[in-house]
């Protein structure tokens, strides 16, 4: 069984330290709000689902201990929560989804005790509707899966990503659930090796024969006819149908094309910015240049020298086969198609 996650624990919230799988299962207990926005900077929980989730819970977290008695005072330290936590990711929009709810619960609620109560029920039901719309999502796209299919995914998104189901991973499990056999080729993920360190380690968890490839090896199986499709997961869609993800996602969408190889995308309908009209409006966050200079610390390349680190990039929506959400699975035209998920 793969351990949870993320945890919130009444007085603390527990998260499975990401950074060190797959050599240790290392646990850490974080009393302080400061200490879960740093987490979510380092990547100690990551994935646009559990970004959401570990700052819901961070922020009710920060207002726990918030000790003034006078509301404007207490409004006031709660909004400097909510911009440390504003500015931990800028990419994925479940961050800023769970930091909208958070704040207008706060504004709902009666006397400070009730706001700090009120806050940690609405960091709770954030993470248990994730919960639900990841398995709904992996559910109704294991549709999509056939029997022995062999599928490439990027990055991670299964329950580590997610504090839930998974997303990507969800659909691979749910397809093994329901009796279809399925292997998958797992691309490494660089810089910091999502792939080989994280989604190896779920599959296995799960007993799903898994490949660890090199990002570069990709074209190489596709065109040997080796891949059936490619599932990815979602850091934000724009309402165009544009997605942002891990960097390389992109190059994975045109050899895909390339190779009549179905991508899918699978995400919940919390990923969906429907504010941006494209992908062109996303936030790149760019981080630092020793992800990509060393590894695990290790060194690899000349001291000195310029790297870039953009951690995701744009997906451009025809290069999408179809868009799984736990509201349906969706395909062009994506503008009306996702306009109708906006109205419900």
């Known amino acids: 069984?793969?351990?949870?996650?993320?945890?919130?624990?009444?007085?603390?919230?527990?998260?499975?330290?990401?950074?060190?799988?797959?050599?240790?299962?290392?646990?850490?207990?974080?009393?302080?709000?400061?200490?879960?926005?740093?987490?979510?900077?380092?990547?100690?929980?990551?994935?646009?689902?559990?970004?959401?989730?570990?700052?819901?819970?961070?922020?009710?977290?920060?207002?726990?201990?918030?000790?003034?008695?006078?509301?404007?005072?207490?409004?006031?330290?709660?909004?400097?929560?909510?911009?440390?936590?504003?500015?931990?990711?800028?990419?994925?929009?479940?961050?800023?989804?769970?930091?909208?709810?958070?704040?207008?619960?706060?504004?709902?609620?009666?006397?400070?005790?009730?706001?700090?109560?009120?806050?940690?029920?609405?960091?709770?039901?954030?993470?248990?509707?994730?919960?639900?719309?990841?398995?709904?999502?992996?559910?109704?796209?294991?549709?999509?899966?056939?029997?022995?299919?062999?599928?490439?995914?990027?990055?991670?998104?299964?329950?580590?990503?997610?504090?839930?189901?998974?997303?990507?991973?969800g659909v691979i499990k749910a397809a093994k659930e329901q009796g279809r056999r399925v292997s998958v080729m797992a691309t490494e993920t660089r810089p910091l090796l999502q792939g080989a360190r994280l989604t190896t380690w779920e599959l296995k968890q799960e007993n799903i024969p898994v490949t660890l490839i090199t990002d570069s090896m990709a074209g190489y199986f596709m065109h040997r006819k080796k891949i059936d499709c490619v599932i990815v997961g979602a850091d934000r869609i724009a309402a165009n149908g544009d997605v942002a993800n891990k960097i390389g996602t992109y190059t994975l969408a045109v050899l895909a094309k390339e190779n009549h190889i179905p991508l899918y995308v699978a995400a919940p309908t919390t990923t969906i910015d429907f504010s941006l009209l494209s992908g062109n409006e996303v936030p790149i966050e760019e981080r630092d240049s020793q992800e990509v200079t060393h590894i695990q610390r290790m060194p690899i390349a000349p001291e000195g020298v310029k790297a870039a680190n953009p951690a995701f990039d744009v997906t451009p929506h025809n290069y999408v086969t179809t868009i799984i959400t736990e509201r349906g699975i969706i395909k062009e035209p994506y503008e009306k198609e996702l306009a109708k998920i906006a109205r419900r």
């Open 1 to 169: 069984m793969i351990p949870k996650a993320i945890e919130w624990l009444e007085d603390r919230l527990r998260i499975l330290d990401q950074t060190k799988l797959p050599q240790e299962q290392s646990f850490i207990d974080l009393t302080d709000y400061h200490d879960v926005v740093l987490a979510i900077e380092e990547m100690r929980v990551r994935g646009a689902p559990a970004i959401g989730v570990a700052a819901a819970y961070g922020i009710a977290l920060g207002a726990q201990g918030i000790k003034s008695e006078s509301k404007a005072e207490f409004f006031s330290q709660l909004d400097q929560i909510l911009q440390a936590f504003s500015t931990s990711r800028p990419t994925a929009v479940n961050l800023f989804r769970a930091i909208n709810r958070m704040k207008k619960i706060a504004a709902m609620s009666g006397s400070i005790p009730e706001i700090k109560e009120a806050l940690v029920n609405e960091a709770r039901r954030i993470h248990h509707e994730e919960i639900q719309a990841t398995s709904h999502l992996s559910q109704l796209g294991a549709a999509l899966i056939k029997d022995g299919f062999t599928i490439l995914t990027h990055c991670n998104a299964g329950p580590l990503a997610t504090a839930g189901y998974g997303t990507a991973l």
